[in-house]
């Protein structure tokens, strides 16, 4: 066998890791390959991409722009580079770097499609459409492009075209489960729908592999949820999120280290405020599924507000400075260090959320897991309004466990897991409201339901934006909503949300007793 088969055959083995997210076996294979072959610009991509998966973007971004100095117009370099800055948040730099790609090349897809979803991000919705579209005219058949604009229209409330493109995708590739996850979130199931015909299928094939089995196994939970089938519906939502902890390797000591660590690090001292943030912020959070989305809907129909959605620039950069690990006193002159890093934080969170929307707009950022940092909003964004979503607490885990999330909610996947955190979450909550009294807005999810009109009005008036009546139409909101929430949040509000995990309650009696319900 001659080197370059050899060679082939090694990319191939570390790109066949790079799929099942070995990134550390790919850095450490890759870089052994580079000091070898220092002109093969595939490992340097493939280097690039393990680093992103792990989330060192800076070690990315440091790779690539070496890298691009010795060839400045290698488009794959500077699409990578681009998704590094991207996925940094840096998203001025990113533009640049994928508007230089495609000056080069502006046919290149991958480019396209990463500059897309920066608009996307953006909300430029139209933009992102439009290269989208751009991107289907030179490959019609490119799954990831047809997934791309698919969730895109999703997010806006175009359901029967995202339909449309995730059906064009199964027709390409049958095992591309995500799409059946989608169709299945935006439809009403009978009992010989022709897509739930299919599902129930589709889960035999043996050929699936976890990942594609647990999209499938959400999909036909909410199927048989539809046909009041809750049994069947159950075993569905359960074997879907032992596929999914099985994935994610989820220990909840990590979690109980941190609730502690915040704990122990607010007991004796209340931080001093910043100074007031240029931009006002209202902060809306709780529980997932606990009524967020729908909250966001409201006062972001609001005249003077912009919906900023779930935003994580403020638990990323607190992590990023290991903010938890800064000792700190309010009354010691030593801190002034530690103050600056606060400072450093508004500002950058700032920047960002104004790239978003520069105006004098109010921003809301519905963060649900914000909740952790409400000691650090509180000096940070001294002028920001807390909202503290609040949800029966087995409504809200149950909507937690039936639904697939990505992201740092790995907690939702056991239902012994999902009620200790919850209870340590009422724990924090209670922390922090004892704390910090008559800052943080408690709205509680059955109490908006039943008296629309007169809870909307008190929240309304804590933020203290004067009253606007498109908070009550705040079904026809058209801002992007990019959750799990997204089709709850656009209708007018319902009922049958209250109590909906009574129809499990034989399935769920360890997470009742966990939650001593």
């Known amino acids: 066998m001659n080197s370059d088969k050899i060679l082939e055959n090694k990319i191939n083995i570390i790109l066949n890791k790079l799929k099942v997210e070995k990134f550390d076996e790919v850095i450490a294979q890759s870089k ?13 991509n493939i280097l690039s991409l393990a680093y992103q998966g792990k989330g060192e973007y800076e070690k990315s971004i440091e790779l690539l722009s070496h890298a691009l100095k010795s060839q400045p117009k290698n488009i794959f370099f500077l699409n990578n580079l681009g998704l590094s800055y991207y996925k940094n948040t840096e998203f001025e730099k990113a533009e640049s770097l994928f508007k ?24 430029l919705v139209e933009d992102a459409i439009a290269l989208y579209e751009k991107a289907l005219s030179l490959n019609e058949d490119s799954i990831e492009t047809n997934y ?19 059906n064009k995708i199964l027709k390409l590739n049958p095992k591309f489960t995500k799409a059946d996850f989608a169709i299945a979130m935006m439809s009403k199931y009978s009992e010989n729908n022709e897509h739930f015909l299919n599902m129930k299928e589709k889960i035999k094939n043996d050929v699936l592999n976890e990942n594609e089995k647990m999209e499938l196994y959400f999909a036909l939970g909410k199927a ?36 502690d660590q915040i704990k122990k690090k607010f007991s004796k001292n209340i931080l001093k405020n910043l100074k007031a943030n240029t931009k006002k912020i209202i902060f809306i959070l709780g529980m997932p599924r606990s009524g967020t989305s729908l ?37 010691k002159s030593k801190n002034k260090i530690f103050y600056d890093k606060l400072n450093e934080i ?24 914000n909740f952790k940092w409400i000691g650090f909003i509180q000096s940070i964004f001294p002028n920001s309004k ?20 990505g992201g740092s909610i790995n907690f939702s996947n056991d239902l012994k897991d999902l009620g200790d955190y919850y209870n340590m979450y009422k724990d924090l909550m209670f922390f922090w409201e004892n704390k910090y009294k008559n800052k ?11 008296d629309q009109k007169n809870e909307i009005e008190k929240l309304i008036n804590f933020c203290d934006i004067g009253w606007d009546p498109n908070c009550l139409e705040f079904h026809k909101n058209k801002k992007t909503i990019k959750t799990v929430s997204f089709a709850q949040a656009r209708q007018p509000i319902y009922k049958t949300s209250i109590k909906a995990s009574g129809n499990y309650t034989n399935h769920i009696n360890i997470l009742k007793d966990t939650l001593n319900y």
Do not use: M
């Open 148 to 166: 791309n604009i698919a969730a895109l229209h999703q997010t806006i409330g175009n359901y029967k075209k995202s339909i449309f493109y995730y």
């Open 346 to 369: 508004q500002e950058y969170y700032i920047s960002q959320i104004n790239k978003r929307d520069s105006s004098s707009k109010i921003f809301t950022d519905k963060s649900p897991l």
């Open 32 to 44: 052994t390959l580079i000091k070898k072959f220092k002109n093969q610009q595939i490992l340097y």
């Open 440 to 450: 943080i807005y408690n709205i509680y999810y059955e109490n908006l339901i039943s």
């Open 224 to 259: 048989y949820e539809d046909i009041n089938d809750y049994d069947t519906a159950f075993l569905n939502f359960k074997n879907a999120n032992i596929f999914r902890k099985k994935i994610t390797g989820y220990k909840i000591k990590s979690d109980i280290n941190q609730f």
């Open 100 to 123: 230089r790609a495609l000056d080069i090349n502006p046919n290149y897809i991958n480019t396209l499609n990463n500059l897309a979803i920066l608009k996307k991000d953006l909300d």
């Open 295 to 331: 909250v966001e809907q409201i006062i972001s129909n609001h005249k003077n507000v912009y919906g900023g959605g779930e935003v994580a620039f403020l638990e990323r950069i607190i992590s990023k400075n290991k903010i938890l690990n800064e000792e700190f006193d309010s009354s």
């Open 386 to 405: 807390i909202i503290h979503c609040n949800r029966n607490s087995i409504d809200t885990c149950w909507s937690i466990y039936k639904n697939n999330f």
